[in-house]
């Protein structure tokens, strides 16, 4: 069993920062792409920023010049250094990420619970 677990979200001033975590456990193998996405209410969840295994990232236009994606492989773990936020940036925020588990061939992607963002002006 996968799981994924975020954590550092919470209230903060417009102009302010946060920094979520996503840690993943369980019978892992290897983990390919790791993500974050963002829903706000009545809205399409959407990419907030994405790494690959080899570190490469991608980024959202909103997200672009003030956050950044990193990961921390020996932890099975990835992060969103959020800066400059805005009550825009407000929603519930979603790691997801692209697992081989243990005795599984091929790779499967995994979401957490999601934690919350919001952003007062």
């Known amino acids: 069993q996968v799981q994924l677990v975020e954590s550092g979200g919470g209230l903060v001033q417009a102009g302010g920062s946060l920094r979520l975590s996503c840690a993943a456990s369980?019978?892992?193998?290897?983990?390919?792409?790791m993500g974050w996405y963002r829903q706000a209410p009545g809205k399409q969840r959407e990419l907030v920023a994405s790494i690959g295994s080899d570190g490469r990232t991608n980024y959202a236009d909103s997200a672009k010049g003030r956050f950044t994606i990193s990961r921390d492989n020996a932890k099975n773990t990835v992060y969103l250094q959020m800066d400059r936020l805005n009550p825009e940036d407000t929603a519930v925020y979603y790691c997801?990420?692209?697992?081989?588990?243990?005795?599984?061939?091929?790779?499967?992607?995994?979401w957490g619970q999601g934690t919350q963002v919001t952003v007062s002006s």
């Open positions: 997801k990420a692209r697992i081989n588990p243990i005795a599984f061939v091929a790779s499967y992607e995994y």
């Open positions: 369980g019978s892992i193998f290897s983990i390919n792409d």
